[in-house]
């Protein structure tokens, strides 16, 4: 089993930014995927950046030159520093975690609300 836990979210204002952080406990290994998704009011929950094991990143087209993913395997956390954050950004926010051949973790966290507003 997984615990995940999500932090860091927030009210800010259009061009501003955040870092939220992730912890994962329980069966969680270094050889994890680790992910963000977002999920905005009447939308589907979207993934916007991944991290493997070895440190390879991927991001979805709406974030990409603007969010970095990052990890610290020894803490078994995931972080995403947001910048240049628009409107369309606000959402809640969430973590997950994967083996190499299998689907994302089926139990989610509570998220953290990242709110983007003048």
């Known amino acids: 089993q997984v615990q995940l836990v999500e932090s860091g979210g927030g009210l800010v204002q259009p061009g501003g930014s955040l870092r939220l952080s992730c912890a994962a406990s329980g069966s969680i290994f270094s050889e994890h995927t680790m992910g963000w998704y977002r999920q905005a009011p009447g939308k589907e929950r979207e993934l916007v950046a991944r991290?493997?094991?070895?440190?390879?990143?991927d991001y979805a087209d709406s974030v990409k030159g603007r969010f970095t993913i990052s990890r610290d395997n020894a803490k078994n956390t995931v972080y995403l520093q947001m910048n240049s954050l628009k409107p369309e950004d606000t959402a809640v926010y969430y973590c997950?975690?994967?083996?190499?051949?299998?689907?994302?973790?089926?139990?989610w966290g509570q998220g953290t609300q990242v709110t983007v507003s003048s």
């Open positions: 991290i493997t094991n070895g440190g390879s990143t």
């Open positions: 997950n975690v994967k083996a190499a051949f299998a689907p994302w973790y089926a139990y």
